[in-house]
């Protein structure tokens, strides 16, 4: 990526890339802003580090938009239900990417064992006054939530910097029971983030229930997770490669000896 193609705009240095139609339904093709260090940083030209940090999220967008998936539509169906209710009127996957289109992408100049933060505004359907944001490291999913969670520089630093005292970070990020569910009519799926929030959720040919709750670990090999009605419950585990029902090679997995909504097993998606 050439410095020639970023310009200054009101609040950073930008330049916009085509978005490719497979890496988001809504996608055009059409070019979308991608905008560096839009808080904190002074207005001097970008150096080669920075523009090589853009490069690599631009090179990356496939894979982040892939990992995202499973939040943003959870954020989704918690803003179109009660929260005090589990959530069954459910929207597919490829129904919400029509609808969610791609307002803009932001590198942070903060990062975390080398990668940088990156944040993605969407406008969403389900709440047009404060759109929804998502904030990445990686593939892994930081926080959900309004816009202004793709772009406040302040949740980015306080990931970089936590110590996440008390979690066991190989629990970390989006996991799926679908790879061993061969035959099953459920589906179970859950997401712990590094601030010790998260969410489960299960999946019937019928319906779709989302659980938000908080989780920790106790003690070495012990998941314990707390729904926003104050359910505890506690998980023995064991993180190791495990074969899919339909695949031949591992995947990084765990096991739980207590299951956590219908599932024992999960594959780790990002």
Known sequence: MDRTVFFRDDAAWSTRVPLPTETWTAA?????????????REDHPLDDAEIASVARAVDHLPDLFAALRPALLTHHHTLRAP??????????????????HVVAVYVHQVTRDGIPYVGIEF???????????????????VDVGGADTAFLLWIAERDATDPRTGLDESLIGHWRSSPFDRGAMETSAFELRADGRGWSCLTTPARESVTRLTWRCPAPGVLELRTEDGEVTRH???????????????????????????????????
């Open 236 to 270: 023995r585990y064991v993180i190791t490669p495990a074969v899919p029902a339909v695949a031949e090679e591992p995947v990084p997995a765990v096991t739980f000896e207590e299951p956590v909504e219908f599932a024992f097993q999960y594959a780790k998606s990002g």
């Open 83 to 100: 929260a005090t209710e589990q959530l069954t009127d459910v929207t597919m996957a490829g129904d919400l990417e029509a609808h969610l």
């Open 123 to 141: 406008c969403c359907p389900c709440d047009e006054e404060h759109g929804a944001g998502v904030l990445m490291h990686g593939t892994r999913t």
């Open 28 to 40: 055009t093709g059409n070019p979308v802003p991608v905008h560096y260090a839009p808080e904190g």
